[in-house]
């Protein structure tokens, strides 16, 4: 009796396993979907710790803001509810800050929850360019192709694994084009509405859009003509408009908040002639369109901001932007593209990847297009098409590989890594003496000493309200002055630079694979105490 059981057991088991074996032959896309969603979310959220290493001031920063903002909903400074957030003596946007916040309210404040927000807001990206792609082309492979491959776009991955609000920008610009796509179909104005909303959001997401909005809407109006629909277009201005209210009542009590960033790092040269300001915001203008930076040698990462692979996809996609010129997404396409570097160009870095990063959209949108137009001739080769597929994953797999072994390991200095272990070691050994923190801590931030500051309030769990009365004060921590301290004083210090008359306390150490995947461990920061 008992084997007829587990027959009839076993049979069923291979019964089961044939059908899912059947359904899947039947819904191949079904599976390739939900496969790739996993792949590329396994990508986003794994080692967000560690890959990029340390956590970047401008990342506290954020972090902090939203800390406070998930306890009082007020941020660091006591602002309530803020429209937009001040930093070191910028301006930055508001959604990404507000997003971070609701996730700390929830699973509390740290490293992995603020970058959890923007893998989250990257792989959202990647989801609205695919089913963007999927209504221009009505074709879900590309549509898929398009996920997965944005998903892995160094571009889109890198700034993803960092806490900056930019990160949302990108995000922001595909929901417009997407609903922009149904406006311009249908020619419904509340579609425009939406989508003229959606624009308007762009303010909040990035602080240098204040200038990229007006661009955009310039470039949907000039794409309209020459017949106007303008119930439409109105619609759309309309959208716009509701959206920015808060931030034309935000101006007025700070005036000078849209230019601060400008004045730390303007290309413009006071005094200097006309002719040679010119040329230098050209040259930064042009340097985001740069081959070179796109496909070849973009910051950190081994490789450009995009796939080399996918260069043949943007010129045939710049090519067939010109046979679709009648059609007007395709003409707001090309002036967002064009439009796009212009912010950066008041900049004063060449080629600059969070400056630059509102192009993403566009260049994948032309991208999808030029796959489109090539597709019919890859489907007649598919040797061909096979070996560029096979590139293609080849060239995505080595920049993953070497994102996660070796580039922690480049950006350890930048990143400032090992400063929270620095902190939580200074805070062990101090035993409730003073901590001082020494000057030009962050390497990056050298130009604003409460970079440290605000740094080493959210790594030692300073509450924000402590920190708004009394700075890291509240928690017996300072800046280093010149001058003899009280014994027993602890001070955090670089890796090279001794404190005078102090005995050092540990050395805070990074490790990571050199060239020859050996572990070297390098010194990041001294522990002393006076």
């Known amino acids: 009796m008992?084997?007829?059981?587990?027959?009839?057991?076993?049979?069923?088991?291979?019964?089961?396993?044939?059908?899912?074996?059947?359904?899947?032959?039947?819904?191949?896309?079904?599976?390739?979907?939900?496969?790739?969603g996993a792949v590329m979310a396994a990508l986003h959220y794994a080692d967000l710790t560690a890959a990029p290493p340390g956590f970047f001031s401008d990342e506290a920063s954020v972090a902090y803001d939203a800390q406070g903002i998930a306890t009082d909903l007020r941020d660091s400074h006591g602002a309530l509810l803020p429209v937009f957030f001040q930093s070191f003596g910028q301006w930055r946007?508001?959604?990404?800050?507000?997003?971070?916040?609701?996730?700390?309210?929830?699973?509390?404040?740290?490293?992995?929850?603020?970058?959890?927000?923007?893998?989250?807001?990257?792989?959202?990206?990647?989801?609205?360019?695919?089913?963007?792609?999927?209504r221009l082309f009505g074709d879900r492979w590309l549509a898929l192709g398009t996920f997965a491959v944005a998903a892995v776009t160094p571009?889109?991955?890198?700034?993803?694994?960092?806490?900056?609000?930019?990160?949302?920008?990108?995000?922001?610009?595909?929901?417009?084009?997407?609903?922009?796509?149904?406006?311009?179909?249908?020619?419904?104005w509340y579609y425009g509405a939406a989508a003229g909303f959606v624009l308007g959001l762009t303010v909040y997401a990035a602080i240098v859009a204040w200038l990229f909005a007006p661009l955009l809407?310039?470039?949907?109006?000039?794409?309209?003509?020459?017949?106007?629909?303008?119930?439409?277009?109105?619609?759309?201005?309309?959208?716009?408009?509701?959206?920015?209210?808060?931030?034309?009542?935000?101006?007025?009590?700070?005036?000078?908040m849209l230019t601060a960033r400008y004045q730390t790092v303007q290309v413009w040269l006071p005094g200097h002639p006309l002719l040679e300001n010119l040329g230098r915001s050209w040259r930064v203008y042009t340097s985001g369109f740069s081959p070179d930076y796109l496909f070849d040698h973009a910051p950190w990462v081994q490789g450009g901001?995009?796939?080399?692979?996918?260069?043949?996809?943007?010129?045939?996609?710049?090519?067939?932007?010109?046979?679709?010129?009648?059609?007007?997404?395709?003409?707001?396409?090309?002036?967002?593209?064009?439009?796009?570097?212009?912010p950066s160009a008041l900049a004063s870095d060449f080629s600059h990847d969070f400056r630059n990063i509102e192009d993403v959209p566009f260049y994948l949108t032309i991208m999808a297009l030029g796959a489109w137009r090539l597709w019919p001739l890859l489907s007649r080769q598919r040797l061909v098409a096979a070996g560029v597929v096979g590139l293609l994953a080849f060239q995505a797999a080595w920049f993953l590989a070497d994102y996660f072994t070796r580039l922690p390991g480049r950006m350890s200095d930048w990143q400032t890594a090992g400063f929270e272990q620095a902190v939580r070691a200074s805070q062990r050994l101090a035993h409730g003496n003073r901590i001082l923190l020494e000057p030009d801590l962050f390497s990056a931030e050298t130009y604003d000493p409460q970079a440290s500051e605000v740094a080493f309030a959210f790594f030692a769990g300073e509450d924000v309200r402590d920190y708004r009365r009394a700075g890291i004060g509240?928690?017996?921590?300072?800046?280093?002055?010149?001058?003899?301290?009280?014994?027993?004083?602890?001070?955090?210090?670089?890796?090279?630079?001794?404190?005078?008359?102090?005995?050092?306390?540990?050395?805070?150490?990074?490790?990571?694979p050199d060239d020859w995947g050996v572990v070297v461990a390098t010194p990041a920061y001294q522990i002393w105490r006076e």
């Open 217 to 256: 809407c310039l470039a949907v109006a000039v794409a309209e003509l020459p017949r106007v629909r303008w119930r439409l277009l109105l619609a759309t201005a309309l959208g716009v408009d509701v959206a920015v209210l808060p931030m034309l009542f935000f101006l007025p009590l700070h005036p000078g």
């Open 155 to 188: 571009w889109l991955f890198t700034s993803g694994r960092l806490a900056f609000e930019p990160v949302a920008l990108p995000a922001v610009l595909a929901g417009f084009l997407l609903l922009w796509q149904r406006a311009d179909a249908t020619e419904r």
């Open 2 to 36: 008992l084997p007829r059981v587990l027959g009839a057991a076993g049979l069923g088991v291979t019964g089961s396993v044939r059908r899912s074996l059947d359904w899947a032959r039947a819904n191949p896309l079904a599976v390739a979907t939900v496969l790739a």
């Open 305 to 342: 901001e995009f796939l080399a692979v996918l260069a043949p996809a943007l010129a045939v996609g710049l090519f067939a932007l010109w046979e679709r010129r009648g059609e007007r997404f395709w003409r707001l396409v090309f002036l967002g593209l064009l439009f796009a570097p212009i």
């Open 474 to 512: 509240a928690i017996n921590a300072a800046m280093a002055q010149p001058g003899a301290q009280p014994p027993g004083t602890v001070v955090i210090a670089l890796k090279n630079h001794a404190v005078p008359g102090a005995r050092l306390l540990t050395t805070i150490w990074v490790a990571y």
């Open 93 to 134: 946007g508001s959604l990404f800050v507000y997003a971070v916040a609701l996730v700390f309210k929830v699973a509390g404040p740290g490293v992995v929850q603020a970058r959890f927000v923007s893998a989250t807001v990257s792989l959202l990206t990647a989801v609205l360019m695919a089913v963007l792609v999927g």
